[in-house]
């Protein structure tokens, strides 16, 4: 057996010596008021923002004055981005270079998310009036927090890796929110401007969408060299005590709503509720991060001094498709969503109506949101499809010339051999628009379903989608939004139209002639 030669790579242990060394030697030279915060962090949030810390933030607080790499995988609305900003603030105050670098996945999350509790601590700092002597941070995270003496706090789109490794310090703070979802050259930029000096630290929190890339690795093969935690939803003290102990955390309302909407065994409560990283296989059509990535196109920046979140985007111009989803047994919805090129709508839902009213029902959903334009709907005509077709074929001849009219047979066969049927193919179709423009609102319901649907390989190597009736059994109803979204994605091969044909007067319709077959 050949021998081994020993690495000189450091180790978690050794590289936290040198972080502890460095640090010790730092907060020796920092001014007085920094002894009483330089392990306490949540006594300086009391101090200087009158902010009670619960106990997860403050275990996640401690173990960075311990540790030079953390790294914390959670639910939704546990408190991370307010501790991010409570934590920029307590490294310049106890480093007298100290210098915090914050980014996030997006350009939009670091300036309406985090620079805004940023801002929002300089503003309660100033309301308690607080014994600290903090500068006014500046409406753009990219400006920043500046001290006279060099001190900063900065906030910087991920989109620009080589400004990310031209950073220097030897009191660094990397805060890197939604860090799973970081691009890898990111991280790697990070790595490298940490490698410079002793007194570097790295603080890594994200929802855990990923299972690649640095911060997966670190609750798994790196995890030696990370400190690491996992933070529930349901363990928030708003959420254990039914009562709204700390504003803005999980309530247990709000968990309860996620578990009947989504399922407590699908992958989007274990990754947005539990904290945990998806059980997704291979055999899933629609991974979390896809879907993520969709609804973050939905949202465009807000103004710097906004209190907005998400802003949704403007609609663009362009045909109008539909996506018309028939209910098939008594307790599911008929759902209708309309898109736009890149553009899906909120879903509009409805049960109880009969084909004939289904059809009128949508007819009035469209002259209502897209009077005197047209509309090319998709139903799948299978079972009692078949009638809501029939139906709206009926309106077109009787003079709603504006509806295109598309028989959508799931069944039938696919277009291209690697699928099974239209079903499958229409299902990677989808897939494959949200992977690369897609742009669709926040939905719970949606995002349940569409992570639920999983694909296997028939014995001739065809692609499969399984069956809604088991679909169905496993998410306790029907997948309407998710189907009816597919509908409204799909392009039927060989009805491309011009885009001049959707701009002619309706009178002078070049859909002419097409109703009626399926096209």
């Known amino acids: 057996m050949q021998r081994r030669e020993p690495t000189n790579k450091p180790t978690h242990a050794s590289r936290g010596a040198a972080f502890m060394a460095g640090f010790e030697s730092a907060v020796a030279a920092a001014f007085p008021t920094s002894d009483a915060y330089r392990y306490d962090v949540a006594k300086f949030a009391w101090d200087a923002f009158r902010i009670k810390l619960w106990h997860k933030q403050v275990e996640i607080a401690t173990a960075l004055t311990k540790h030079n790499r953390v790294a914390v ?41 985090l620079w805004k509790e940023i801002r929002k601590l300089y503003a309660l700092h100033l309301k308690h009036k607080t014994p600290f002597h903090f500068p006014a941070p500046a409406k753009l995270p990219a400006t920043g927090v500046e001290y006279d003496d060099g001190r900063a706090i900065l906030g910087f789109s991920t989109d620009d890796a080589e400004r990310m490794a031209g950073i220097s310090g030897d009191q ?29 630290a790295v603080l890594m929190t994200s929802n855990p969408t990923q299972v690649s890339g640095t911060f997966f690795d670190a609750f798994n093969r790196a995890k030696s060299d990370w400190s690491t935690f996992t933070v529930s939803s349901e363990e928030t003290p708003n959420a254990v005590s039914g009562q709204d102990l700390f504003p803005g955390l999980a309530s247990k309302s709000w968990v309860e709503k996620r578990r009947r909407a989504w399922g407590i065994d699908s992958p989007r409560y274990a990754v947005r509720v539990m904290g945990n990283f998806p059980l997704q296989g291979d055999d899933t059509v629609f991974p979390l991060g896809v879907i993520d990535t969709a609804q973050a196109r939905w949202f465009k920046d807000a103004a710097p001094d906004s209190d907005d979140i998400a802003i949704p985007v403007d609609e663009p111009g362009g045909p109008i498709d539909a996506g018309l989803d028939v209910a098939r047994f008594g307790d599911d919805e008929s759902v209708l969503v309309f898109r736009r090129g890149w553009w899906m709508g909120r879903a509009h839902a409805i049960s109880g109506l009969d084909t004939q009213a289904l059809a009128s029902w949508f007819i009035g959903n ?61 299902a990677f179709h989808a897939r494959k628009w949200l992977e690369t423009v897609g742009a669709v609102p926040e939905d719970l319901e949606l995002e349940g379903e569409l992570v639920a649907v999983k694909y296997k390989f028939t014995p001739k190597g065809q692609i499969q989608i399984e069956s809604k009736d088991d679909l169905r059994k496993r998410l306790g109803r029907s997948p309407d939004r998710a189907d009816a979204l597919v509908l409204a994605a799909w392009d039927v091969p060989g009805s491309d139209v011009p885009a001049e044909a959707w701009s002619s007067p309706i009178v002078d319709s070049r859909w002419g002639g097409s109703e009626g077959r399926g096209y």
């Not at 408190?79 to 350009?107: C, D, E, F, Q, Y």
């Not at 660094?172 to 570097?200: R, Y």
């Not at 799948?380 to 509806?403: F, H, I, P, S, Y």
């Open 366 to 426: 469209c002259k209502r949101a897209y009077p005197a334009q047209r509309v090319r709907v998709k139903v799948d005509g299978t079972g009692v499809g078949a009638g809501v077709v029939d139906a709206l074929r009926r309106a077109v001849n009787e003079g709603e010339k504006w509806l295109t009219v598309v028989d959508v047979v799931s069944s039938a066969a696919s277009s291209d051999d690697e699928y099974l049927n239209c079903r499958a193919q229409m």
């Open 73 to 113: 995988k959670s639910g939704h609305k546990i408190g991370k981005s307010i501790l991010l900003a409570v934590l920029a603030w307590w490294w310049v105050t106890v480093m007298p270079r100290g210098t915090v670098i914050m980014t996030s996945a997006s350009g939009r999350q670091v300036k309406i998310t």
């Open 172 to 200: 660094l703070l990397f805060l890197l929110d939604e860090a799973s979802g970081i691009k890898e050259e990111i991280h790697t930029a990070v790595e490298g401007n940490c490698a410079a000096g002793p007194g570097c």
